[in-house]
């Protein structure tokens, strides 16, 4: 059985900002009590899709996670609302 938390930050700027605020954290994670920290990633356009990747890939659930939802309006007549997954375009990321 394991844990899974997932942190979602914003900052202002550029890429090379984000990945050195993503780099930072990964040096604290280090610090910790975790019983392993993964490598620190950086996937841009189809490297960001898990169904692109073998099953066994390992960053393949990383990928799953990192999905996002996005709600769409109704159409006329209908009460129910409904969603879609999207890929990231860029993910900086690692696993602890």
Known sequence: ???????????????????????ALH?????????EVGDLVDLAGDECHYDKRDKDDPLRWLLIQSQG??????????????????SPTRMIAFTA
């Open 69 to 86: 939802s996005v709600s769409l309006s109704h159409l006329p007549g209908e009460s129910k609302y409904s969603s879609r997954r999207v």
């Open 27 to 35: 040096q604290q994670a280090h610090d910790l009590p975790f019983k």
């Open 1 to 23: 059985m394991g844990l899974i938390i997932h942190y979602k930050l914003k900052a202002k700027g550029a890429a090379a900002a984000a990945r050195k605020l993503v780099e």
